[in-house]
């Protein structure tokens, strides 16, 4: 008998912000400490699989540094005096200042702020039932999901796709815009073993040569913002080689001879201009999925985080229609299932206390609200009070210039709920320590997969943390909110009443079954009965206004962006920042294989690997510079400067610089992280951040 069949095994499910959503077993020590995270091999889709800084999770749920009492600022902000409090008098002192600002300004004035730090539903979720019963300013959540859910649904219509199992069964898998060996990792244990058992080409579209491209057949190693350009001409191939699905097109789709006469123009040499690929590279990839039924597009995040992102995705997204690789088992192209779940949240979120008087306020804008600015308040009080869940946006937000002068505001109280002592925390008034996912109940959805997990408690947590949830049902007892619907419960009771309104049993009966498998048939995920456009119809003439998306801003917020330069058709848009004589570079700001945005970077094992804040680099451009491997280099654009590290990189476009991994901000050398070269400026036409299209100079640090 092996050593891990003898420890007691807890189930539970990876809470972090990434798409595989693992269903993991957990060795539990005793009552309190775990030891390994293992992936459960039970599960069809995590097949076992866990990416290793969640395999060491014991780093993060029994590190030294972890928050364990309430503290409550005693010096000036961000100065790092604290005094100790009581759980009774630190939520006290929140409630008391919610009540003092809103006596001064008006409800709006309070911005609960969360966002994926878990994603628990009961955990991550439960703020809205306080917003939304206080009356608090809307949160517009736009910062991960919405330039590629935009793109997708001018499409399909519809957030579901083929079973992304299926691509074990395909002939060809593309994966497009993201690193998944280092961002979900279970994309590549089901792409291997097409590879393995099928002799399947795996193809990678990225703009750098990272893990994942380290392990294709056919790696394409484009500039950033420049995918809608491989994607039309690809399908200008497809068109002019006879490989498109003539029926196929004229049965699913709205207009393919409008694309057809659209493409006329965008041949392989166009997009070889713009994309810095060679012709060699266009051709051989339209020849592959041309002739390739089972091809399998993995479309991920990643390439949609340019201004021109959605339109990016849309493209993309099309070429699967031209060839009718929808059609096949092991063919079609996949984003997200986030559509299929359907689950009610209306009791846990409080919706029919939502007044839709109420302004909404944009997530990736929080530097502009805090400062003011007039364009993001929309008409309402200037933010004097944020709760703050789930994540760091000192630390991961657009404009952290911005972010870090509205958070250093006299008149700004903020209370951070955290796990560890973040650049946020570090800015906040109160700060609550929180609980881990083992140390509390709550359930997840699977985006890239298609189970619902239970994540049960396995483990008390420390003396001193607590849920998310208890702090939500304290300060609405303080608040005069307690008695209201929805309040007052449980976690395992919201979510017997989550599972039980889709008929799915209860926290016990999945506790039982640890998970259930919610994949639609063959027809619905392939879109065989048609998409999801009331026309049953792929489209490939977007309406880039009028679309409905589940992340669409209220209508009170209006489009964001220059709407009006969108393409009719899939095409290239140069909405992107491009470079110019005084910023000659586009800097990428990729993941980093040890880190989860801002998670990890505190543990001891995930910091040593990952070694320091660097910049790739192309060698011919160090050398025009003067800069050797390891030489301080300073990039910079009009938001600010930032200094790191030379890392000579031949796996990328000349002008082209990726940083990755978000660093703490204490890691550079100036206290001030990557962020300060991103922008909070809302991307047509449904917002979000752009965080990868970013136009710098370059120069040696002084």
């Not at 972090?16 to 995270?37: F, M, N, Q, W, Y």
């Not at 200042?97 to 994603?119: L, N, Q, R």
């Not at 992304?164 to 280092?182: F, H, L, Q, Y």
């Not at 201004?307 to 993309?316: D, F, T």
Request: charged share 25%; hydrophobic share 40%; proline share 5%.
């Amino acid at each position: 008998m092996n050593q891990h069949a003898k420890l007691r095994i807890g189930h539970s499910a990876c809470p972090h912000d990434c798409p595989s959503t693992c269903a993991l077993e957990v060795e539990l020590l005793d009552s309190k400490r775990i030891g390994r995270v293992h992936g459960a091999k039970a599960n069809s889709y995590t097949a076992g699989v866990i990416c290793a800084k969640v395999a060491r999770y014991a780093d993060r749920v029994h590190h030294p540094d972890r928050l364990l009492k309430p503290l409550i600022r005693a010096g000036a902000k961000g100065e790092g005096l604290w005094k100790e409090a009581s759980w009774e008098a630190a939520l006290d002192l929140v409630a008391e200042k919610f009540i003092a600002a809103e006596a001064k300004y008006g409800s709006e004035t309070v911005w609960p702020y969360y966002y994926a730090g878990t994603m628990g539903l009961v955990q991550r979720d439960g703020i809205e039932r306080l917003r939304h019963a206080k009356r608090y300013s809307g949160f517009f959540g736009s910062i991960c999901t919405n330039l590629a859910w935009t793109g997708w649904m001018m499409g399909a219509g519809a957030l579901r796709g083929p079973d992304p199992r299926e691509m074990a069964k395909s002939d060809c898998v593309v994966i497009w815009g993201t690193n998944a060996v280092v961002t979900q990792v279970n994309v590549m244990t089901h792409a291997i073993k097409a590879r393995k058992e099928r002799g399947a080409k795996i193809v990678v579209i990225d703009v750098y040569e990272n893990a994942t491209m380290k392990q294709a057949d056919l790696g394409l190693v484009l500039k950033p913002g420049t995918d809608g350009a491989l994607a039309c001409a690809v399908m200008h191939v497809l068109f002019r080689d006879g490989m498109a699905d003539r029926a196929y097109l004229e049965k699913y789709t709205d207009d393919p001879h409008g694309l057809e006469a659209h493409l006329q123009t965008r041949t392989p040499q166009w997009a070889a201009d713009i994309t810095g690929l060679s012709l060699d590279e266009i051709e051989a990839f339209a020849r592959l999925v041309g002739t390739t039924r089972k091809t399998y597009f993995r479309l991920g995040y990643g390439f949609s985080r340019q201004r021109n992102g959605s339109v990016n995705m849309h493209a993309a997204a099309s070429i699967a229609a031209v060839t009718g690789c929808w059609q096949y088992e092991g063919g079609g192209a996949f984003h997200s299932n986030s559509g299929i779940f359907k689950l009610n949240q209306e009791l846990l979120e409080g919706a029919r206390m939502r007044d839709p008087a109420i302004r909404h306020l944009d997530h990736s804008r929080i530097g502009p609200v805090l400062t003011g600015a007039e364009d993001a308040l929309y008409g309402g009080p200037p933010v004097t009070a944020l709760l703050i869940q789930n994540t760091n946006p000192v630390n991961v937000a657009p404009e952290q210039r911005l972010v870090k002068q509205g958070f250093l505001r006299d008149d700004l109280f903020s209370c951070v709920h955290e796990q560890f002592m973040t650049d946020t925390a570090k800015l906040g008034d109160v700060v609550l320590p929180a609980t881990m996912f083992l140390e509390h109940d709550d359930v997840y959805k699977g985006g890239g997969n298609q189970h619902i997990t239970l994540g049960p408690k396995l483990i008390d947590p420390p003396e001193g943390p607590r849920s998310n949830h208890f702090v939500i049902e304290e300060l609405g007892k303080r608040l005069g909110v307690g008695d209201r619907p929805g309040f007052g419960m449980t976690e395992q009771q919201h979510i017997d009443i989550i599972l039980g309104k889709r008929g799915l049993g209860s926290f016990s009966s999945l506790k039982e079954q640890k998970w259930l498998d919610l994949q639609p048939d063959f027809e619905a995920a392939h879109f065989i009965d048609g998409f999801g456009h009331a026309d049953g119809k792929f489209r490939f003439r977007a309406d880039w206004a009028g679309q409905a998306a589940p992340n669409r801003p209220p209508k009170s917020m209006g489009l964001f962006g220059p709407v009006a330069s969108l393409p009719e058709f899939p095409d290239h848009v140069d909405l992107i920042e491009v470079a110019d004589e005084a910023h000659p570079f586009r800097l990428a700001t990729s993941p980093a294989r040890n880190f989860l945005n801002s998670t990890f970077s505190e543990t001891p094992v995930s910091r040593a690997k990952e070694g320091r804040p660097e910049l790739l680099l192309h060698p011919d451009d160090a050398a025009a510079y003067g800069l050797a491997n390891g030489d301080r280099v300073e990039i910079g654009n009009a938001r600010g400067e930032v200094v790191l590290h030379a890392r000579l990189f031949d796996g990328i476009k000349r002008g082209v610089v990726v940083a990755e991994g978000i660093w703490p901000n204490s890691a550079h050398e100036r206290g001030e992280g990557i962020n300060v070269l991103t922008g909070a400026d809302a991307p047509a036409p449904y917002g979000g951040a752009a965080f990868h299209d970013n136009k710098v100079w370059l120069r040696p640090a002084k």
